[in-house]
């Protein structure tokens, strides 16, 4: 065998060089160690500041209650789970908060998830396969794109949020089993699916719908039940064609996901989801914590109130300040406002900006979004205050003013 100190030309070889180019782009990522401080304040690299770019919602991640309930689970139950939920993973910490997550929702049944992109790049290879049909909005989640191209269907990607599009697609398509799949609220615009239209053609076409509501679930809808019940289709009015998933680790302030839908979904997904299958549960202390904030979703009304009012403080701030500017605030109605700045290296301009501002606001960029739309992705929180908006504001006032881009 030939020693590999002998060899040239080899591909590994490459890789300083393709890592040169991301940085020639503007598209190299780079991790921050953070700390968190109070209220809506990380410590970013050792430096405070005020962030809003986290997506906790609601502010619950550092509840006390929710700390309190974690160190109760991990009394009561440990800390790791030791096996998949099939083994002996399901603790009864975790069967209860699937009841609980399906009451919540006014689901049937609910299957609870270690994270959220193994639940969706799992999921949808269960429901569908070659030979079946699956239609996708242009805008999708890389989660939901990757389980499409791991299933094997044939993919029908649709226009963003181009319902004549997807209905000629279903129209056309011979396929038997067709799912439609689609997030509630698109993570890097803000804007909200228009779920009664997307169901209303999966009963036409004998599709079933699976939404991801990671965005929306704690934020939307009576009690933050999530965007099904913002459209008043759950509980009674729970159809046997929607599959509903949604993370747990943004305004639910732990971690994890969970789907929900029909007993029988959920029992197909149990039996055939590889990545529920083959994977350690999640730890019962998640649970537990996870019971709690569920509680506070429900009776902590005044966080999506006060979240409402930051929201139109901050577009209507925002849309004067930025008139004249090359700079586009997004149409969204949802904690997530999109500022579009343009080319990379401009965006990043702007995050430095606001970085020595004592300002934390990542700079978004291609792949995660379309080339020529590198922005700030502006996540806000019921942790924030007015006068955090107001800062936000008069300093992006400031950059688009004297052309920081």
Known sequence: M??????????????????????????????????????ACLEVDGQCMLAFCSNDYLGLAN???????????????????????????????NAA??????????QARALYFYAGYA?????????VGKGDA???????????????????????????????????????????????????????????ADIPAL????????????????????????????SLAHFGLSGENASPRVLYMATLGKAAGVAGA????????????????????FATAAPALLATALQTSLQLIEQDEWRREHLQRLIARLRQGLTQGLQGSSWQLGESPTAIQPVV????????????????RGLWVPAIRPPTVAVGTARLRIALSAAHTEADIDRLVLALTDLARTGAA
């Open 63 to 93: 509840h006390p209650a929710l700390v309190q309930a974690a160190c109760d689970g991990a009394h009561a139950f440990g800390v790791g789970s030791a096996a998949s939920p099939l083994v002996s993973g399901h603790t009864a910490a």
């Open 258 to 277: 969970f789907v929900a839908g029909s007993d029988a979904l959920i029992e197909w997904l149990l039996q055939k989801t590889r990545s529920y299958i």
């Open 119 to 127: 639940t969706n790049t799992g999921i949808v290879p269960a429901l």
């Open 2 to 39: 030939a020693s590999t100190a002998l060899l040239t030309n080899s591909w590994l070889d490459e890789f300083p060089a393709r890592i040169a180019e991301l940085d020639r782009l503007h598209l190299r990522r780079r991790r921050r160690i953070v700390v968190p401080q109070d209220g």
């Open 134 to 192: 699956l239609f996708s909005d242009a805008l999708n989640h890389a989660c939901l794109i990757d389980g499409a191209r791991l299933s094997g269907a044939q993919i029908h990607r649709y226009a963003h949020a181009d319902l004549a599009a997807l209905e000629q697609a279903l129209g056309n398509s011979p396929a038997r089993r067709k799912l439609v799949i689609s997030d509630a609220v698109f993570s890097m615009d803000g804007d909200v």
């Open 199 to 226: 169901l209303a053609l999966c009963e036409r076409y004998d599709a079933l719908l699976l939404l991801d509501d990671a965005h929306g679930f704690g934020v939307m809808g009576p009690q933050g039940r999530g």
């Open 97 to 106: 908060l699937e009841r609980d997550l399906a009451r919540f929702t006014g």
């Open 341 to 356: 700045i343009g080319p990379n290296d401009a965006a990043l301009a702007v995050m430095e900006g606001l970085r020595a």
